[in-house]
């Protein structure tokens, strides 16, 4: 562990995912370095936008 990462930050792998290639890295790129595409961005976790996942409620 350096000294800027905190324990939670190690606990996590490849949080960063280019969605052109599918390739997951640990820093964000503004570049993909598998497939230069420009969408590498910070992977979800299931959640949906607002974070709460008891909020999905069916719209009628």
Not at 17 to 31: F, S
Request: net charge negative; charged share 30%; aromatic share 6%.
């Amino acid at each position: 562990m350096g000294p800027r990462e905190t324990s939670e930050a190690t606990d996590r792998t490849a949080p960063y995912a280019c969605l052109g290639c599918g390739a997951t890295y640990d820093v964000q790129y503004h570049v993909c370095p598998e497939c230069g595409g420009y969408s590498v961005e910070l992977r979800q976790t299931g959640l949906d936008p607002d974070g709460d996942p008891g909020s999905r409620r069916e719209r009628r």
